[in-house]
């Protein structure tokens, strides 16, 4: 089955500084999400990919859409005590059967800002 | 707002004693998807629905199924559930075709005793 390999596993980081991650993956994706995950809750939408090539940002965090559709990084500029949490990348195929994919996750980024 | 939403947030079971798990969106969205998730690893998707069309992952245990009454809500039955059934389930929506990224519950701690 597909696998992302996201890394860092985990960093730890002090307030301000910006923040890198990425997921490579053996196969093809033709969606890229990242996701947000606090304990106890459920993961929350960060940057939604589409295309190959795009660059999309929100607020302080950017991602990109690796071209060769098998890779993406997530950006974090100018960190803050609540970055604090689990970040994941997902990957999403193509349509099939019912016109729905489930995601493929990677492993996680555990995000530790210390003071 | 619209949101996705799952209850209970917490559910407590004893091992073997069949369980339900409720998820519901306002989002009008076409499918419906469950995940488990265990401590300290990712999400799995268990199955979806698009529409009424039921979409079942290979490796999903018969001992977990779903329905889906209205596009609205949708189940999540754990027949018989064992110690290693613990875990956090998600409910997650998404549209199809463009814009297609899936939006998370909140999800349901599920403790087998």
């Known amino acids: 089955g597909q696998q992302l390999n996201q890394s860092p596993q985990s960093m730890f980081i002090q307030e301000g500084e910006d923040v890198s991650m990425n997921c490579t993956s053996s196969s093809i994706f033709n969606t890229w999400l990242w996701y947000k995950q606090d304990p106890g809750e459920g993961p929350v939408l960060l940057i939604a990919?589409?295309?190959?090539?795009e660059l999309t940002s929100n607020g302080r965090l950017t991602a990109q859409f690796g071209i060769t559709r098998k890779d993406s990084f997530l950006n974090i500029s100018a960190s803050i005590p609540s970055d604090v949490g689990i970040y994941f990348c997902a990957g999403q195929g193509r349509n099939s059967g019912g016109g729905a994919d489930g995601l493929t996750f990677g492993k996680g980024t555990h995000l530790i800002i210390q003071p | 707002d619209a949101m996705v939403i799952q209850n209970p947030r917490y559910q407590v079971t004893q091992f073997g004693k069949p369980v339900t798990l409720s998820c519901s969106q306002t989002?009008?969205?076409?499918?419906m998807y469950w995940y488990q998730q265990k401590s300290s690893q990712a999400p799995k998707l268990l199955f979806h629905y698009y529409d009424k069309d039921f979409n079942n992952e290979a490796d999903t245990p018969d001992n977990f199924q779903s329905r889906r009454p209205n596009t609205s809500f949708c189940f999540l039955d754990i027949r018989s559930p064992g110690l290693g059934d613990a875990a956090m389930y998600l409910c997650a929506t998404s549209r199809v075709g463009w814009d297609r990224a899936q939006f998370f519950g909140p999800g349901t701690r599920l403790t087998v005793l």
């Open positions: 990919l589409y295309k190959a090539g």
């Open positions: 989002l009008n969205h076409n499918v």
